[in-house]
């Protein structure tokens, strides 16, 4: 079991940036697969980035958001460059037990609360 606490959002203009971070509490850490999703308004919750033994992102946020992880802290963080209007949205972070790189979120057993990230033009 993993416990979750998001943090970073807020507003920002846009082409700025944000980092998100998600502090984890619980044994393993280095053995749980994480993610990122956001759900913005009037639309279902998508994957953004995800980070195992590897990283992997979705299409519309390739080479602008960055995943990384630090296990000595046990924090995972989204790097959010050029922010674009279409970015606002609550993030979430979520996690999994192992590594098997499966980012479906079906697969994710705990998830934080969610940091707002609102970008204006």
């Known amino acids: 079991q993993v416990q979750l606490q998001e943090s970073g959002g807020g507003s920002v203009q846009a082409g700025g940036s944000l980092r998100l971070s998600c502090a984890a509490s619980g044994r393993s850490f280095s053995t749980v697969t994480m993610g990122w999703f956001r759900q913005a308004p009037g639309k279902e919750r998508e994957f953004v980035a995800g980070?195992?033994?590897?990283?992997y992102y979705t299409d519309s946020v390739k080479g602008q958001f960055t995943i990384s992880r630090d296990n000595a802290k046990n924090t995972i963080y989204l790097q959010m460059n050029s922010l674009k209007l279409e970015d606002t949205a609550v993030y979430y972070c979520?996690?999994?037990?192992?590594?098997?790189?499966?980012?479906?979120?079906?697969?994710?057993?705990?998830w934080g609360q969610g940091t707002q990230v609102t970008v204006s033009s």
């Open positions: 980070i195992s033994w590897n990283t």
């Open positions: 979520a996690a999994q037990q192992g590594l098997q790189a499966n980012y479906n979120p079906r697969f994710f057993r705990s």
